[in-house]
């Protein structure tokens, strides 16, 4: 069974266009994060959501607007898609957000903008 | 906010041989985290550390964490081509919990094992 599950794994799209990307997880954790890597394999974190409410939001442009239905499930929705959005996108989970709790990553989607 | 260097930024070796990546904080780790990424896959959890002078073991490969909790080393032994993939080093919540659980990683060492 796959703990935490991206969906597409790869997204090609023309500049301008808006996409989203759905994660799931079936951990029964309470947060859930969104972190870009880089094409230089740098992660940085995006967003964090605990038990459906942001607590992290890292400098992120407000072309990018997470959404969280239930504490399962975390997605990224991205508005006018410019060239530089071109990166692999993980999103996690981890059990609480106040402590060293383990975060278990998803397979990524790698987002192409042309 | 806190910076994580690791070192070397890329590693090939032969397989067989030993090897050491090092993360380097420049503030004291509450939580290191090391994980294992595969060309197209997500990162694997290997280890967490937290307290000084922590050891820790997962077949060949060994996690330690200094005694001033600002360096980490990952050490494996008889490396194989399995092993090869991009390691990356995260550091956990801060002293005083305001950070919410995120992971600032550091740059990541691509590791090539040649059979």
């Known amino acids: 069974d796959t703990a935490v599950s991206q969906t597409p794994k790869y997204l090609v799209t023309q500049m301008g266009n808006d996409k989203s990307i759905k994660c799931e997880q079936n951990?029964?954790?309470?947060?859930m994060y969104w972190y870009k890597q880089d094409s230089k394999k740098f992660l940085k974190i995006m967003f964090s959501?605990?038990?459906?409410?942001?607590?992290i939001n890292e400098t992120v442009p407000n072309r990018f607007s997470p959404k969280s239905p239930d504490k399962a499930h975390l997605n990224l929705h991205i508005n006018s898609l410019e060239l530089g959005d071109s990166a692999v996108y993980f999103c996690a989970s981890s059990l609480t957000s106040g402590g060293p709790d383990t975060q278990y990553f998803g397979p990524g989607t790698r987002l192409t903008v042309l | 906010s806190q910076e994580l260097e690791q070192s070397p930024q890329s590693l090939i070796v032969q397989e067989g041989k030993n090897l050491t990546i090092n993360c380097t904080s420049s503030?004291?780790?509450?939580?290191l985290y090391w994980y294992k990424q595969k060309y197209g896959e997500g990162l694997i959890f290997l280890m967490m550390?937290?307290?000084?002078?922590e050891e820790k073991s997962h077949e060949k490969i060994t996690a330690k964490l200094d005694e001033k909790k600002q360096q980490s080393s990952l050490h494996i032994t008889a490396s194989q081509p399995s092993h090869a993939g991009i390691y990356l080093c995260g550091a956990g919540p801060d002293a005083g919990g305001t950070s919410y659980g995120k992971l600032t990683f550091g740059q990541g060492t691509i590791l090539t094992v040649h059979p």
């Open positions: 503030k004291t780790l509450y939580g």
């Open positions: 959501y605990n038990n459906k409410e942001l607590i």
């Open positions: 550390l937290q307290k000084g002078g």
């Open positions: 951990l029964g954790h309470d947060t």
